[in-house]
C-alpha cells in the first residue's frame, strides 16, 4: 500500500509567520506532487504542485520544495495570513491514476 | 473557473437504505472519481471511471457500492443498504488528463449522515 506522510497534524502561527509543513513518501513512481487547501465544508482545491525535476517552485507566497534523495516535500507559506487558515493535504498519484492523500494538517493563523 | 457541482449537499438516511449521491462533472472531463472523508481524518479513494467503466477501486469500494455515469453529464454514487460506518462527507472530482492528476477538481461534497 503506497503511503504519504504528513507532519504536523496542526499548526499555530502569528500572522507574518512561515507555515512549514512536511510530507514523505515511498513509492518512487509518483512523479506529480501536489498540495491541496482545504476550506471547511468545501472540496479540497488544488494549490500549488511540483514534479521532480525541479527541486523549488514558488507561485506567490507559496513555494514546494522537493528533495529527491530523501522522499519528501513540502510547503512554505511565506507571510502567513489569517485567510491561510485551513487544513493543507500533499498528495500523489499512483501510476492507476489515483491520487492518495496525507493526513492533513490544520493550519490557523492567529492574527 | 468551472466547477464540479454535488447534490444533495446534505444526506440523512437510515442504516440499511439506499442512497445515490450525485455530481455533474467538468464539461470537457473525461475521468471521474469518488473519495470519501471521514471526519476529521484524510481524504481517501474510492473509485475512478473512464471510458464508461470503473478504472481502478480501492478496498473501500465493496459490493455495496457502485457508480454510473447515466448520461452525458451526471456521475452518481450508489451505495446500496448504507452502515453507519459510510457516514463521511463524499466529494466528487474530475479532470480532464487522468494520468496525471493535474488540476483534480473537486466538487463541494456530499455530507452523507446514517443513523
Known amino acids: 500500500q503506497q503511503q504519504v506522510k504528513q507532519s504536523p497534524q496542526s499548526l499555530i502561527v502569528q500572522k507574518g509567520g512561515i507555515s512549514i509543513i512536511n510530507c514523505a513518501y515511498e513509492n518512487t513512481a509518483f512523479d506529480y506532487f501536489p498540495w491541496y487547501q482545504q476550506f471547511p465544508g468545501k472540496g479540497p482545491a488544488l494549490l500549488i504542485a511540483i514534479r521532480p525535476d525541479v527541486s523549488e517552485k514558488k507561485e506567490g507566497r507559496f513555494t514546494i520544495s522537493f528533495n529527491k534523495s530523501a522522499k519528501q516535500f513540502s510547503l512554505h507559506i511565506m507571510d502567513s495570513q489569517p485567510g491561510d487558515s485551513a487544513t493543507y493535504f500533499c498528495a500523489a498519484p499512483n501510476q492507476g491514476g489515483k491520487l492518495i492523500f496525507g493526513q492533513g494538517t490544520e493550519l490557523s493563523v492567529k492574527p | ?115
Not at chain 2, 17 to 36: A, K, M, T
Request: aromatic share 14%; charged share 20%.
Open chain 2, 1 to 115: 473557473e468551472p466547477e464540479v457541482t454535488q447534490t444533495p449537499s446534505h444526506q440523512v438516511t437510515q442504516m440499511g437504505q439506499e442512497v445515490i449521491l450525485r455530481c455533474v462533472p467538468i464539461s470537457n472531463h473525461l475521468y471521474f472519481y469518488w473519495y470519501r472523508q471521514i471526519l476529521g481524518q484524510k481524504v481517501e479513494f474510492l473509485v475512478s471511471f473512464y471510458n464508461n467503466e470503473i478504472s481502478e477501486k480501492s478496498e473501500i469500494f465493496d459490493d455495496q457500492f457502485s457508480v454510473e455515469r447515466p448520461d452525458g453529464s451526471n456521475f452518481t454514487l450508489k451505495i446500496r443498504s448504507t452502515k453507519l460506518e459510510d457516514s463521511a462527507m463524499y466529494f466528487c472530482a474530475s479532470t480532464r488528463e487522468g494520468w496525471t492528476n493535474e488540476k483534480l477538481f473537486f466538487g463541494s461534497g456530499t455530507q452523507l449522515s446514517v443513523l
